[in-house]
Nanobody, 123 residues
Framework: QVQLVESGGGLVQAGGSLRLSCAAS????????MGWFRQALGKEREFVAA????????DYADSVKGRFTISRDNAKKTVYLQMNSLKAEDTAVYYC????????????????WGQGTQVTVSS
């Protein structure tokens, strides 16, 4: 069993920054790929970023490349999402998730999900 708890969301002005954290507990974390997804009101959940278990491989949605950075600290069992140059269209609930395999942009390859944290960007 894996538990994931996101934090760090909030209200920020366009152009600002936020750092999201996802703390994992339960079975091993250091061998799992991790991902961030988001879901805006009335829209489907979409991929944001993913990172391999070692941190050596990352992947990003085109919409966030160059603005967001995913990282992890296996000793702390935590994955981060640094979000810079935020835009109104980044407003969404952000979820972290665990993939038992390789990094992926597909939600159905992730088996454990956090409860989400709201990010609101005012324009």
């Amino acid at each position: 069993q894996v538990q994931l708890v996101e934090s760090g969301g909030g209200l920020v002005q366009a152009g600002g920054s936020l750092r999201l954290s996802c703390a994992a507990s339960g079975r091993t974390f250091s061998r799992d790929a991790m991902g961030w997804f988001r879901q805006a009101l009335g829209k489907e959940r979409e991929f944001v970023a993913a990172i391999s278990w070692s941190g050596g491989s990352t992947d990003y949605a085109d919409s966030v490349k160059g603005r967001f950075t995913i990282s992890r600290d296996n000793a702390k069992k935590t994955v981060y999402l640094q979000m810079n140059s935020l835009k109104a269209e980044d407003t969404a609930v952000y979820y972290c998730a665990r993939s038992p395999g390789r990094i992926s942009g597909y939600a159905n390859e992730y088996d454990y999900w956090g409860q989400g944290t709201q990010v609101t960007v005012s324009s």
